[in-house]
């Protein structure tokens, strides 16, 4: 992993990747009563090359994000074009950016599990019986019906920003 401390000219330390990856594997809220402490924000490219952004009901799990959507889905339309895609959530102390490519997941075995994690996390997810993503009994109603694709994040670059004293800013690249 190549590290860059971004707030060195400020004197302030870099970031510890590990700290960061313990509160992801947590579920870390971003405050004991924090609003929307659970939203995270998906960026993809639209044709135009312009960014689209919307919130997505993603997991950390096995050190990356993963999410769903259906095939005609602005953002299942953007990744199955352009691959490239940003993920950003709050966590305690921390603001998190992860930057990669999507990769649509269709392993059996993998699905189950992610289905498995979803359902752990309160939406009653399955593999589709055709093994072809996940369903479940709803899901918001943009994403249309199912079986919904599933895709991994496979992670390039992340920048985390501590927002406690005494602060500091920090470039991952995996």
Request: proline content about 9%.
């Amino acid at each position: 992993m190549e590290i860059t401390n971004l707030g060195e000219a400020e004197g302030l330390p870099p970031v510890d990747w590990a700290a960061v990856a313990e509160k992801l594997d947590a579920g870390s809220a971003p405050g004991p009563d924090a609003l929307n402490s659970r939203t995270t924000w998906l960026a993809t490219v639209n044709g135009d090359g312009s960014p689209h952004v919307t919130a997505v009901g993603a997991l950390w799990l096995d050190g990356t994000f993963w999410f769903q959507t259906g095939a005609g889905t602005r953002k299942g339309r953007n990744v199955a074009r352009d691959p490239r895609c940003s993920i950003a959530l709050s966590v305690r102390d921390a603001d998190v950016v992860i930057e990669g490519d999507a990769a649509r997941v269709t392993e059996p075995g993998t699905l189950a599990r992610l289905a498995k994690a979803w359902a752990d996390n309160g939406w009653p997810a399955e593999p589709d019986a055709l093994g072809a993503g996940i369903t479940a009994p709803f899901n918001a109603p943009s994403q249309g019906p199912p079986p919904w694709n599933v895709y991994r994040i496979e992670p390039h670059s992340a920048i985390v920003t501590l927002t406690t004293e005494p602060g500091g800013l920090t470039r991952f690249r995996f």
